[in-house]
C-alpha cells in the first residue's frame, strides 16, 4: 500500500515536472513567434517611412502622408467613382490576408475606422484622413510629423514590449 502510494505520487510528480516543462516551452514558442512578427512588422513600418519620406529630409510630414494615401486610394478605387464601396473594401481585405498574419484584420479596421459617416463605404477623404495608427503613436511630439528618431524610438519600445510579453505583437501596428 505504501508502494502504492509513493509510485502514486511519484507519477503525479513526473506529471507535474513535465506539464510544467511543456507550459514552460509552449510559453517561449509563443514569445518567440511574438518578437519574429513584431520584427517583421517593424521592418515593413521602416520600409513604409522610407518609401513615404518624398522628399528625403527624414521626417514625414502630413502632406507626405496624405498624398501616399490618396495614390494608394486610387489603385484601390477600382471603377474610379472616388469612393470605395462593399467590393472594393472585400478584394483589398482579401488581398491583405493573402500577405498572412492579421493584415486583412487590420486592413479591415483601419477601412473602419476610415468610414467616419458609418455608411459601409470610404470616400477619398475619409481614407486620407485616416492615417496608420504608427504613425500617430510614433509621433510623440503630436506635431503631425514623425521624425525618423521618434520612429526608431518608437520600433525600439514595440520591440522592448515583444520581449516582455507586454502587449500583442499587432498592437500599435497599422
Known amino acids: 500500500m505504501v508502494r502504492t502510494i509513493a509510485a502514486s ?6 506529471a507535474t515536472t513535465a506539464g510544467s ?6 510559453d517561449d514558442q509563443d514569445a518567440t513567434a511574438r518578437k519574429e512578427r513584431v520584427e517583421k512588422l517593424n521592418a515593413r513600418i521602416e520600409k513604409r517611412f522610407t518609401a513615404l519620406d518624398k522628399n528625403k529630409d527624414g521626417s514625414l510630414d502630413r502632406a507626405e ?11 484601390m478605387d477600382k471603377n474610379h467613382d472616388g469612393v470605395l464601396d462593399a467590393d472594393e473594401i472585400k478584394a483589398m481585405t482579401e488581398r491583405a490576408s493573402q500577405r498572412g498574419g492579421k493584415a486583412g484584420e487590420m ?4 477601412l473602419k475606422r476610415a468610414d467616419k459617416n458609418g455608411d459601409g ?3 477619398k477623404e475619409e481614407f486620407s484622413d485616416a492615417e496608420p495608427r504608427w504613425l ?3 509621433d510623440k511630439d503630436k506635431n503631425e510629423t514623425v521624425t525618423k528618431a521618434e520612429l526608431d524610438a518608437f520600433l525600439a519600445h514595440r520591440e522592448k514590449r515583444a520581449e516582455t510579453g507586454a502587449g500583442k505583437a499587432g498592437d500599435s501596428a497599422n
Open 121 to 123: 463605404k470610404v470616400t
Open 65 to 75: 502622408i496624405q498624398a501616399t494615401l490618396g495614390k494608394a486610394f486610387d489603385r
Open 9 to 14: 505520487l511519484v507519477a503525479a510528480l513526473l
Open 21 to 26: 516543462v511543456a507550459a514552460k516551452a509552449a
Open 107 to 110: 486592413a479591415e479596421a483601419r
Open 136 to 138: 500617430a503613436r510614433a
